[in-house]
C-alpha cells in the first residue's frame, strides 16, 4: 500500500534549521507530485512547498519563499524540506502528501484538495 512517513521534525530556536524527509514506498508511477503542508493549532492547513516528478519544478508559498527549499532523490524515494531562518510562526504539524494526477489537477499546486495520500505528520516547535 501507498505509505508516506516524515521526519526530521523537533524543536528550534528562531533563526535556526531543520530538514525534514519524507520516505514514500507502495507505488510505481512516473506522474506525480510530493508536497508539504503544516498545521497549526487553530488555523487551517497551509501548503508549503511542492515538487514534480515529471520535470522537477518546485513550488514555494510566499510565506516561506527564500528560507525553505524542497528537493528529491528519486534513488531512495525520499523529498526533503530544508528550512532555514526559522521563525515562530513556522511552528506547525508538517504532513507530507502525493498527488497521483499532478499533471492534471484544476488547483493550485499548494492546494491540498487533490492529493491523495498523506503522513502523519512531524512536529516543527520554533522557540523565540
Known amino acids: 500500500e501507498v505509505q508516506l512517513v516524515e521526519s526530521g521534525g523537533g524543536l528550534v530556536q528562531a533563526g535556526g534549521s531543520l530538514r525534514l524527509s519524507c520516505a514514500a514506498s507502495?507505488?510505481?508511477?512516473?506522474?506525480?507530485?510530493i508536497g508539504w503542508f503544516r498545521q497549526a493549532p487553530g488555523k487551517e492547513r497551509e501548503g508549503v512547498s511542492c515538487?514534480?516528478?515529471?520535470?522537477?519544478?518546485?513550488y514555494y508559498a510566499e510565506s516561506v519563499a527564500g528560507r525553505f527549499t524542497i528537493s528529491s532523490d528519486n534513488a531512495k524515494n525520499t523529498v526533503y524540506l530544508q528550512m532555514n531562518s526559522l521563525k515562530p510562526e513556522d511552528t506547525a504539524v508538517y504532513y507530507c502528501?502525493?498527488?497521483?494526477?499532478?499533471?492534471?489537477?484544476?488547483?493550485?499546486?499548494?492546494?491540498?484538495?487533490?492529493?491523495?495520500?498523506w503522513g502523519q505528520g512531524t512536529q516543527v516547535t520554533v522557540s523565540s
Open positions: 502528501a502525493v498527488d497521483f494526477a499532478f499533471a492534471f489537477r484544476r488547483l493550485g499546486p499548494l492546494v491540498g484538495d487533490g492529493y491523495d495520500y
Open positions: 515538487i514534480s516528478s515529471s520535470d522537477g519544478r518546485t
Open positions: 507502495g507505488f510505481t508511477s512516473d506522474d506525480y507530485a
